[in-house]
């Protein structure tokens, strides 16, 4: 069979293009052709219909005049039938790419359900109905979840989500990232969908210190003997990086009163002994929710280091100055918090799980619905939250020292600290390795239809 999985974008570090190169491996591995459609192709291979770019100019235009403010229009009808026009663009291309490259399966993912091209969507939706090829819908995210997309200002973008986002077609099936999602689908559209979690490669090669990374903690000033406590998401107020000062802050308290003790790799507390706590990803928020986290670190203490410019997606040198990936920014940690509120699904956790790290988390709803049962060991701040009146998150005071508590007891046991990663990679890898995908995609009844016809 010959798979075509379409975006905006392929070949870039966003969830959605990571997402693809996993479903593209698994299906290869199943023995299927598997090729990308997209707007851009960044760093891989794809066939590109440039009016399915992300950020292609005209979409632009299409998205503030739709969500924003109708600005570049005189009335409704003109806007409509300029969208309309650009559809019929994209639909005459996709058909082509469908006849020539021979698609059996067509696996759009985002496009019929965020709601960011309202042209491609009725482009995917007319070429469905008229070549009849079955598609297989990948929603990572919804246009009900965005703020964006909250307030259409004209009555036809009303009616085009619903209709489009996702589509009521009879040959189009839905496949989502979550329970929580696929409930919501349930009752907004009454459509039915398979839920496909993340994965990542449990089989790869563990992140460790190498001849490229042990100069890392030197380069950004952390001493040989100090508590590293990292952060590894991008900073953005969902992802409740303030939990994150609270539970080091608290560790600080206990640690002092630890000296002369071992930490769980040997290495001795001592009055030199400090802890740091490592953001390694990218500024993505308000500046005010960054001041509020700068201020809110050097009230309580705690040295809050940004490292987002020495790290990328892969190890290279810039002007001869070293740049790090953000797997070498694991290596050096001893603990991780993620203490995200809300997330589709929590890529950031495998990665931690994967890097046989203790981590710091709060129960988000997805991880209550998806993760929690399969018998993880985290430290949990549990699964409430509050608001200050600044618009940071906090929880109760007995969930940040139980937490810290349970943490430091973790870092000052060898055998614990063993036992926790060992155990939380055994159970990642037996629900969500790239070998599970592949037993989730078996198990999706349109894909059971394929091979019962093959």
């Known amino acids: ?250 560790i600080q308290k206990h640690l002092i009163q630890l000296k002369g003790k071992t930490l769980y790799n040997g290495k001795q507390i001592t009055s030199n002994t400090k802890v740091v706590y490592l953001l390694a990803g990218m500024p993505e928020s308000t500046p005010r929710y960054l001041e509020l986290l700068k201020k809110k670190a050097a009230e309580q203490h705690v040295n809050m280091l940004f490292i987002h410019e020495q790290i990328s997606h892969t190890r290279r040198l810039d002007n001869h100055i070293k740049i790090y990936s953000l797997w070498d920014a694991y290596s050096i940690a001893d603990l991780i918090t993620y203490p995200s509120i809300l997330e589709g699904w929590g890529n950031q956790l495998l990665e931690g799980v994967f890097a046989q790290k203790p981590i710091v988390i709060y129960e988000y709803p997805v991880f209550g619905t998806d993760i929690a049962d399969k018998g993880f060991f985290f430290i949990s701040l549990g699964a409430n939250y509050q608001l200050t009146s600044d618009g940071l998150v906090f929880v109760p005071d007995e969930k940040i020292t139980h937490a810290s508590r349970e943490a430091v007891l973790i870092l000052t046991d060898h055998e614990l600290y063993q036992r926790m990663i060992e155990e939380n990679f055994k159970v990642a890898r037996k629900h969500y390795s790239y070998l599970s995908l592949e037993q989730y995609l078996l198990n999706i009844p349109l894909l059971q239809t394929f091979y019962a016809n093959a």
């Open 1 to 250: 069979m010959k798979i075509a999985l379409a975006h905006f974008r392929v070949g870039e570090t966003d969830g959605v293009s990571l997402e693809m190169d996993k479903w593209r491996r698994a299906f290869e591995n199943m023995g299927h052709e598997v090729v990308f459609l997209a707007g851009s192709q960044g760093q891989t291979e794809a066939y590109v219909i440039e009016e399915l770019y992300y950020m292609h100019p005209l979409n632009n235009k299409f998205v503030y005049n739709a969500y924003e403010r109708m600005m570049d229009y005189e009335d409704e009808l003109s806007f409509k039938q300029d969208m309309l026009k650009f559809a019929e663009s994209i639909e005459k291309k996709l058909v082509e790419f469908i006849r020539n490259e021979k698609i059996d399966l067509l696996i759009p993912n985002n496009i019929l359900s965020l709601g960011w091209s309202l042209p491609a969507a009725i482009a995917f939706c007319s070429v469905a109905k008229k070549l009849n090829i079955p598609m297989l819908c990948h929603h990572h995210d919804f246009f009900w979840e965005r703020e964006r997309y909250s307030q259409p200002t004209c009555r036809f973008i009303h009616d085009w989500l619903d209709k489009y986002f996702p589509p009521r077609i009879e040959n189009v099936h839905h496949v989502v990232i979550n329970q929580i999602a696929r409930d919501q689908l349930e009752t907004r559209k009454g459509l039915q969908a398979e839920v496909v979690p993340n994965v990542f490669d449990f089989d790869g090669d563990p992140w460790k210190t190498d001849g490229y990374n042990h100069d890392l903690r030197r380069s950004i000033g952390i001493g040989e003997d100090d508590l590293v406590i990292l952060q590894a998401t991008r900073i953005t107020e969902r992802k409740a990086v303030e939990l994150g000062i609270d539970v080091v802050a608290e």
